[in-house]
């Protein structure tokens, strides 16, 4: 794999503090390195050139100046297209968004500006991000860095091969079901889902609006940590944020390992999950013990019904979000159409793809009267019931752990014919966002082919500093 390596983001911050570099040196050095990889990757929807070179340049001001530039100091990074961010096009990935350029920026993508980070691009995604491929993108597959005749992962595929490539030190993207963790663990990079709410969603595209979070994709977890701290926090804009730690998260060091009580969730370590990930995640459990954890099995029933419940609460949450495309206020419409009924019709039939339609469809059939009651208020119950499993697993141990995905990147084409083998690679990661808890994917090996394989470590509610902490410490049990 072709990539470049950057420094830790603290690194490259003080380098621009001290004037060792500058930011404008740093963006041009990302905006090169995405023009070399972008025809054999695609990682890229849209490069921001020109407001990232202005924004380079009121940092480099700043410096000059003797003014505090904030502590990610002209780093660049990359957002995923469903973030608002000014100075180009957010499509996410659709046709029926193509032309709209946003009037505000997502809040997540102004408090990384505001703490001196440059926006470079927009990564590619799946569309809407329905998918766990970036196949479903309108503006074609990203390509895995370790094998490009295989998927990145997705939805969260562009930011995950952005960062494992070095396009930039960072990315920024979304967890409604893994699509962050997932795709990290396919490009062997750190994932973050925070808290839900731990990250204010104003500004970013709804998916649905009780699981989406918003997180980082670093190469490091010290990295992902710096950047969950700039973010995280209570957003007027958002009433579904919750406070940070009142520690932060940016000073945290690897946790002591002995006595820590650590539960592998037996209902993820089946028949059905490939033998070099199941090798991986036993290899990593060796380490642990042999470091003073103490390490159990720990059953979690529920977690068997919890990608069925996800596809019936997420898809109705989607049909609802997706309701606002109309072809009337802002991106495609059919200027041709004879009345409105018809302009609906063909601007939604013509600018979303298959896989929003098949969400729509499904999420509006099990909120529809008379399934109602047989479909989504069963899920809802499902929901609180796994929720209960989680919080009564976390008073016999602090945390939980299992692989990230059944197997490692997939073939590109492999299973974007059969819609449910495609939802089947979200099996592992769906429950985490459903009971709101945070999680992380640390790479912890790799399978015969070289490729990537992520350790899934999961915390109670709010325990993010914790969790932050557990995962460094697997980091340097992996060096």
């Not at 098949?358 to 609180?384: H, P």
Request: hydrophobic share 40%.
């Amino acid at each position: 794999m072709d990539s470049f390596a950057w420094d830790s983001i603290n690194d490259i911050a003080a380098a621009v503090r001290n004037r060792s570099t500058s930011a404008t040196k740093l963006v041009e050095l990302s905006l090169n390195l995405i023009k070399d990889a972008q025809p054999k990757y695609n990682a890229i929807i849209l490069v921001l050139d020109e407001a990232a070179r202005a924004r380079a340049k009121q940092i480099d001001e700043l410096v000059e100046s003797n003014q505090d530039p904030g502590p990610l100091a002209g780093v660049p990074f990359i957002a995923k297209d469903n973030f608002l961010v000014l100075g180009g096009e957010t499509k996410a990935a659709s046709k029926i968004l193509e032309g709209f350029m946003p009037p505000y920026q997502a809040s997540a993508v102004n408090a990384l500006e505001a703490a001196g980070a440059i926006c470079v691009a927009k990564a590619n995604m799946d569309a809407f991000a329905h998918g766990a491929s970036t196949e479903n993108s309108d503006y074609g597959v990203t390509k895995n860095p370790y094998d490009t005749s295989r998927v990145p992962g997705g939805s969260s595929g562009g930011s995950a091969a952005a960062v494992a490539l070095g396009l930039a030190p960072f990315a920024i993207g979304t967890d409604t079901g893994g699509s962050i963790r997932q795709p990290a663990s396919f490009c062997g990079v750190v994932g973050l889902k925070p808290t839900y709410g731990l990250v204010s969603r104003s500004g970013v595209i709804a998916m649905g609006s009780s699981l989406d979070c918003i997180g980082p994709l670093a190469s490091s977890v010290s990295d992902a940590a710096l950047v969950l701290d700039v973010m995280a926090g209570k957003d007027k804009l958002d009433a579904t944020t919750i406070d940070k730690d009142e520690l932060g998260y940016k000073d945290i060091s690897a946790k002591p390992l002995k006595g820590v009580k650590i539960g592998v969730i037996d209902e993820y370590l089946s028949e059905h999950v490939d033998s070099d990930v199941t090798r991986a995640i036993n290899q990593t459990i060796d380490k642990l013990t042999q470091s003073g954890a103490e390490v159990k099995r720990i059953s979690l029933p529920s977690t068997k019904l919890a990608l069925a419940c996800y596809y019936i609460i997420c898809p109705a949450e989607v049909s609802s979000n997706l309701g606002r495309y109309d072809g009337q206020r802002y991106g495609f419409h059919e200027p041709d159409a004879k009345d409105l009924d018809e302009s609906y019709l063909n601007a939604r039939g013509k600018g979303f793809g298959k896989e929003a339609k098949r969400r729509i469809m499904i999420g509006t059939f099990v909120l529809s009267s008379g399934y109602y009651d047989a479909y989504y208020k069963k899920a809802m119950t499902v929901r609180t019931k796994l929720i209960n499993e989680f919080e009564s697993a976390y008073k016999e141990v602090d945390f939980l752990i299992g692989p990230v995905a059944p197997t490692t990147a997939f073939k590109i084409g492999e299973k974007s014919s059969d819609p449910l083998q495609m939802y089947l690679a979200d099996v592992m990661t769906v429950a985490a966002n459903l009971a709101g808890v945070p999680s992380i994917s640390v790479p912890v090996g790799a399978d015969s082919n070289n490729l990537p394989i992520g350790l899934q470590i999961m915390a109670g509610q709010r325990k993010d500093r914790d969790l932050l902490s557990l995962a460094m410490a697997i980091e340097e049990l992996g060096k």
